[in-house]
């Protein structure tokens, strides 16, 4: 018989194992999954991990990593935080939507003006749209004592309904011939309020540049400052956390509301970026995926920023395979849930080690 016995204090050789074991094992289920869709595994697995960085058309597909990693990376970052606290915002993607339409919409409602000044004004309708979205789970949690997993989560259907009445409705392009869907802000529709590559064929826009520059503020703020301390405090002791001064409310508002205007600054980014225009089929479950960043890099802001290029491997290969093997792209959806699976699963060896026992005997 197997159990699981305790582990007096966490593994520390577990801790960065899990990973890569999740890794490797997702790869294993992966290739048996595509086996049974009739696609040699080897090929698929070629595909997704290897095509993209040393393959034929790798010169344009790094690019598209940094386009893929940037939004996973900003998101994962901020709800790293709340994780860390025991704060559980599983609503992100609802977040990364009003990111989005708040920050689309200011910039349509200044269209066609010209201005330096409109870009940044959008980037903080943005974050002020993710936040204001976020909050409403925590004042709940905080008066109500309701279920912030719950809340958020609803709230994401919410949003995605938002979303498609702005697409048919009120953000709609009104010289689109009807068609859901806003005006473009890529190229030279509207230049002021436009996200373009920074460096030509590299990918790289300010969204990148703010998911690197977070992955680098938030380590700081964990391994520097009180607050991080204290939010590594609440989520490890609750009780010592309280004995320390440490306020449950105000760090449930604040761990709420970090990862709610990151979530939404991703979406502002992503929109006038990459997207280029709100539509229906805006969102691509980035909200939903950086939970999965967040735990494949251990809750930890540099092992977040691996974990993003890592993910958007999947999602570049992913269309590649889709493309080039015919593979479904839900198979691709099934392959990133697997990896979740692993590193949860794996993950239980970091506390707690397994024992066997014969016939009564350990």
């Known amino acids: 018989m197997l159990r699981l016995e305790k582990r007096p204090i966490p593994s520390r050789f577990w801790l960065y194992a899990t990973p890569v074991v999740a890794v490797l094992l997702t790869m294993i289920a ?31 597909l ?10 996973l990376i900003l998101i994962a970052i901020g ?34 003006t010209e201005s330096r000044l409109i870009f940044p004004v959008m980037i903080l309708a943005g974050a ?18 309701t279920n912030e997993i719950l809340v958020s989560l609803m709230l994401v259907y919410v949003a995605e309904t938002i979303l498609a009445k702005a697409s048919t409705g009120f953000l709609r392009n009104p010289e689109g011939a009807g068609f859901p869907g806003s005006r473009s802000f890529s190229g030279s529709s509207f230049p002021a309020a436009s996200n373009p590559e920074l460096i030509a064929g ?16 938030a380590y700081i703020l964990l391994q520097r400052h009180i607050l991080g301390f204290q939010i590594k405090l609440a989520g490890q002791a609750p009780r010592a956390a309280r004995f320390h001064g440490v306020k449950p409310e105000r760090l449930v508002l604040l761990c709420m509301g970090l990862s709610g205007a990151l979530a939404g600054l991703a979406g502002m980014f ?54 080039n093997l015919g593979l479904p792209s839900a198979a691709i959806q099934v392959f990133q849930g697997m990896l979740l699976f692993f590193l949860l699963g794996v993950d239980v060896l970091t506390n707690f080690r397994i024992r066997t026992t014969l016939l009564g005997v350990k």
């Open 30 to 60: 992966g290739g048996l999954l595509f086996a049974l869709l009739g696609k040699n595994p080897a090929t698929v697995i070629k595909t997704i991990f290897w095509d993209p960085l040393f393959g034929e058309f790798a010169w344009y």
């Open 62 to 71: 790094r690019g598209q990593l940094l386009v893929k990693a940037g939004p």
């Open 79 to 112: 709800l790293s935080l709340g994780f860390r606290a025991g704060i559980w915002n599983i609503g992100a993607e609802g977040q990364y939507i009003m990111g989005a339409i708040c920050g689309a919409g200011v910039g349509l409602a200044l269209y066609p």
């Open 128 to 145: 002020l749209g993710g936040w204001a979205w976020a909050m409403i789970p925590a004042i709940l949690k905080t008066r109500f004592n």
């Open 202 to 217: 590299s990918g790289l826009h300010w969204g990148g540049v703010f998911a690197l520059l977070m992955g680098v503020a």
């Open 270 to 323: 992503e929109v006038t970026g990459p997207a280029g225009k709100i539509s229906i089929d805006f969102n691509v479950g980035y909200g939903f995926t950086a939970i999965i960043v967040a735990f494949l890099g251990r809750l930890n802001p540099l092992g977040i920023v691996l974990a993003g290029f890592i993910m958007a491997l999947t999602y570049v290969g992913g269309e590649m395979a889709a493309t």
